[in-house]
């Protein structure tokens, strides 16, 4: 699997635009980026994926550079239920579909009043 | 409507017992999985099934057991209980053969071994 590299935390303002970089600069071409988040206590929670064109949802929207070696997660207005750890996944496949997710340390996003 | 439900939540146990964790998809998803986060929070693969099979092992320990009765199940038995077990267990399902990789996990039982 490719390595990511994300900044292990982030402060954002209520109601403003959050923006996480996430660096995977040994993707390979046919490796997905997908993004994960985990709110305190809780399971984690799929956000959304992208292999090279950006993606938006009503989550989220994720930006991958033209190279696809670094990406950004955009959550357009954080709210204070946003606060959560942020996995950026690159998620490698074996033969028959298989899906082996591995989670990094993610960058724990905190949204302040 | 709980998509991925475990049981139990919250489980207290002393070394050297034996425990499971239940985990049940109504999703209709043809894999599932567990993962342990660790007080690092560190959150690793332990297994995969696909209908049944396993398919995914990640060099844990023989005193974790997967049971896989039905593709909608998958428990999970621990032997002979160590403090370094202590750990929150989450269990996921995804659907098998698509792009997606999208996992759906469940709340965690959180097991803590005195």
């Known amino acids: 699997d490719a390595k990511t590299t994300q900044p292990p935390s982030m402060d954002c303002a209520e109601g403003r635009a959050a923006n996480l970089p996430c660096n995977h600069s040994t993707i390979s071409g046919n490796e997905y980026v997908y993004w994960y988040r985990q709110i305190h206590s809780q399971g984690p929670q799929y956000i959304i994926h992208?292999?090279?064109n950006n993606e938006t949802n009503e989550m989220a929207s994720l930006i991958i550079t033209e190279d696809r070696k670094s990406s950004t997660l955009i959550l357009p207005h954080a709210t204070l239920r946003d606060t959560a750890v942020y996995y950026c996944i690159v998620r490698s496949t074996k033969s028959g579909g298989y899906q082996k997710v591995t989670f990094g340390i993610g960058t724990k996003l905190q949204v302040i009043p | 409507d709980t998509a991925v439900s475990q049981t139990p939540k919250y489980l207290v146990t002393q070394m050297g017992n034996d425990k499971s964790i239940k985990c049940e998809q109504n999703?209709?998803?043809?894999?599932m999985y567990w993962y342990k986060q660790d007080s690092k929070k560190f959150l690793k693969i332990m297994f995969s099934?696909?209908?049944?099979?396993?398919?995914i092992n990640e060099t844990v320990p023989n005193r974790f057991s997967p049971k896989s009765p039905d593709k909608a199940h998958l428990n999970l038995h621990i032997n002979s209980l160590e403090l370094g077990d202590s750990a929150v267990y989450f269990c996921a399902s995804s659907p098998r053969g698509v792009n997606t990789g999208e996992l759906f996990f469940g709340e965690g039982s959180r097991l803590t071994v005195l």
């Open positions: 099934y696909n209908n049944k099979e396993l398919i």
């Open positions: 999703l209709g998803h043809d894999t």
């Open positions: 992208g292999l090279k």
